[in-house]
């Protein structure tokens, strides 16, 4: 079995703790991994501390080449890291393969950006610029549904912008990234990315620690309420990116067929394991039955299983804990709604989950008020689209919604009502590293991606010179 070890102040460390990763589609042992200490995670801390001090000083240039030595690792071990990728995260080949490419698209896009100084001010008697000048040791906490993405569109932005970083893995799916450290161990000054594992006990000491000046983190609204608390006392800066509970409303003028198809596939990418998938889908009443046999159709032809298997479309959930929220959240809509495709789960092993659509439900289901995060969908009839858009935005979580109809401007005027960080039109889940990513309402703290995410990871500092 392949020893993976932590990436920690350039040395690739092993530790006597160590726990296993499970294949999520049978339950087999992919893996077993070296876990952090606290000595472990003080050293990481300190050795990323001691870096900055050279780090910040090296110019865009420098980092650049740097960041373009994890991009050419990626390239280069795209297929190795892809197989690592559906063994731990259970997400089919195919699908592992475009997230090792995400990874280096996001990467690559921090090559493009710089931080040049902004004159605010120029006259006869001052000059005002502004300057962006890096925090100190980052703590970028990943999760487990785009493991290896998430850890690279933590880390670019963080490093290039010049500080240094300690990434903290999920603790069932760490195995990419801690490949990733190997790749990149000589790429980097020692200490300026380092990678540590935990068994789900490291967060409170990494995010509390005097020395981290900003924490990043992708991961539930608890966790984050958590990590907020933990942060306080110091300070730091954050970036939450939290969960979801993202509604599309589709209006009566629809093309049917046409947004059937698009509907079903942003609700079910990754097994529904997404954070701005879509989680809520309220139809209108005159096209609610073509729209709910159209899905449930869909959902019911798909194939779910092993990730390895080029059969399936599906991987299995993630982790045996989620596989039980979404058993309970299946179990709560049995009494709620009609299930018209899936439901059926059976005893073999593995997390294997058909794809279920549930009808004649509403709010007051779990499924409905609740982000389930696994392949879940409830469609919901309303009659009135005031009445829709007041229910969608009933949530306390704001991360993205969409409107779907064939008229735009009446799209656009049902768009700028919905309380999202984005709001699409006849899509959802589009995005990319030069969009910005804002959340809303209990969604998260702070924007990721594009120029705005960037300079989430920079303290700014104004100089106001004086000509005279």
Request: aromatic content about 6%.
């Amino acid at each position: 079995m392949y020893q993976y070890k932590m990436l920690i102040d350039g040395e690739l460390v092993d530790s006597q703790k160590r726990i296993d990763v499970v294949n999520p589609a049978d339950e087999s042992i992919a893996a077993n991994i070296p876990v952090a200490t606290e000595d472990d995670l003080n050293k990481a801390v300190e050795s990323a501390k001691v870096a900055f001090n050279d780090w910040k000083r090296t110019s865009l240039a420098e980092r650049r080449a740097c960041l373009s030595k994890l991009i050419e690792a990626l390239d280069a071990n795209s297929e190795a890291l892809a197989q690592i990728l559906t063994q731990e995260q259970g997400k089919t080949l195919a699908d592992a393969r475009d997230e090792v490419m995400y990874a280096g698209a996001f990467a690559g896009y921090y090559l493009t950006v710089d931080l040049e100084p902004e004159v605010l001010l120029e006259d006869d008697e001052q000059r005002v610029e502004i300057h962006r000048r890096p925090l100190g040791v980052v703590a970028g906490i990943t999760t487990w549904n785009f493991p290896l993405l998430i850890a690279v569109y933590k880390i670019a932005p963080a490093i290039i912008s010049g500080n240094t970083i300690v990434v903290k893995v999920a603790p069932s799916t760490p195995l990419a990234t801690m490949k990733l450290g190997e790749l990149i161990q000589n790429s980097f000054p020692k200490g300026v990315i380092n990678i540590i594992a935990d068994d789900n006990d490291m967060g409170p000491l990494l995010t509390s620690h005097p020395d981290i000046q900003k924490v990043s983190f992708t991961g539930s609204t608890a966790t984050g309420r958590k990590i907020m608390a933990s942060a306080a006392p110091t300070l730091k800066r954050l970036t939450l990116e939290l969960g979801g509970n993202d509604a599309a409303i589709v209006l009566d003028d629809v093309d049917v067929d046409k947004a059937a198809e698009g509907l079903f596939g942003v609700s079910f990418m990754n097994s529904g394991q997404v954070c701005i998938c879509l989680k809520r889908m309220y139809v209108h009443e005159s096209i609610y039955d073509d729209v709910c046999d159209r899905i449930a159709t869909l959902a019911s032809n798909a194939n779910v299983g092993n990730g390895m298997d080029d059969n399936n479309q599906f991987g299995p959930i993630q982790n045996k804990a989620q596989y039980l929220k979404v058993l309970d959240f299946l179990a709560d809509a049995k009494t709620k709604g009609t299930v018209i495709a899936g439901g059926e789960v059976d005893d073999s092993p593995g997390f294997n989950f058909p794809l279920t659509v549930v009808r004649d439900i509403s709010e007051g289901a779990k499924m409905v008020d609740e982000e389930a995060f696994g392949p879940i969908l409830p469609v919901i009839k309303y009659t009135d689209l005031d009445d829709a858009i007041r229910r969608a935005n009933a949530s306390e979580q704001g991360l993205g919604a969409s409107v779907w109809s064939s008229d735009l401007e009446r799209a656009q005027v049902v768009a700028h009502q919905l309380e999202a960080g984005t709001v699409w039109i006849n899509k959802h889940l589009d995005f990319g590293p030069h969009i910005p990513f804002p959340p809303a309402k209990q969604s998260g703290v702070g924007v990721e991606w594009g120029k705005e995410g960037l300079l989430e990871f920079t303290a700014m500092q104004v100089v106001n010179i004086s000509k005279v």
